[in-house]
């Protein structure tokens, strides 16, 4: 019995205690923060830009000329789903291509890829080069740099302008395969202006080369 006494009395002893330390609980608070005057300071630091931020301005020192950077703002306004980084990269593609549809002749191809005018430029051009009985043998090295040089958009119309730094292997031939010009073991640095364009919220996606240059 003493010992039951004794156990029961320690018992309310940690009671009280427990009591005079957490207060009186119902089961159902939740944790509040501290008050201001109980936490220490925290010395302000300026807000960070949120990892979700728009592509064009996290890339814009690297592959977007200042003069761009406008136009490429009205294309996101007008579809939010436009991407630099993936726009380029489609760029690249299409450069390859149609330099490799052009080098072959293959009309077919290059209708796909560019635009009427464009497309009729080339045509010529390789009317003329059949006709001369020359064939080009060409070879694209590496595209060293792309870089939107220009953009723009009227109405749902837009235009984009990429700066391509490439090195390119060329060579002319007779019908007989003999080299008339160039060599393949010696690339040259070429620097090319291409506009694509495309109409907004169409439901073609793809972009087609519109005007080309040099620069």
């Known amino acids: 019995m003493f010992y039951v006494v004794l156990l029961a009395m320690v018992a309310g002893f940690l009671a009280m205690r427990l009591y005079s330390v957490l207060g009186k609980r119902t ?6 923060p501290r008050a201001a005057e109980d936490r220490p300071a925290i010395a302000a630091v300026p807000r960070t830009v949120d990892a979700t931020t728009p592509e064009p301005r996290e890339i814009a020192s690297r592959n977007i000329e200042p ?12 579809e939010s789903g436009f991407d630099v980084n993936q726009f380029l990269e489609g ?8 330099l490799e549809a052009f080098w072959k002749g293959d009309e077919e ?28 043998d060409n ?14 958009v009227s109405g749902r119309d837009a ?13 002319t031939r007779d019908g007989d395969g003999v080299v008339l010009a160039g060599s393949l073991t010696d690339a040259v640095e070429t620097h090319d202006v291409w506009t694509f364009a495309r109409t907004l919220k169409s439901s073609d ?7 080309t240059d040099e620069a």
């Open 27 to 32: 089961g159902h608070e939740q944790p509040l």
């Open 109 to 136: 191809q290059l209708g796909y890829l560019a635009e009427d005018d464009v497309r009729a430029a080339f045509a010529e051009a390789i009317a003329a080069r059949v006709a001369a009985g020359e064939v080009l």
């Open 91 to 98: 760029a690249q593609a299409a450069y390859r291509m149609v």
């Open 139 to 152: 070879r694209l090295v590496s595209i060293e740099r792309a870089v939107i040089s220009d953009a723009s």
């Open 67 to 78: 003069r761009a950077e406008a136009g490429l703002r009205s294309i996101v306004a007008a």
């Open 159 to 171: 235009r984009i302008t990429v700066r391509f730094d490439a090195d390119i292997a060329a060579v």
């Open 205 to 211: 996606p793809n972009w087609k080369l519109a005007d």
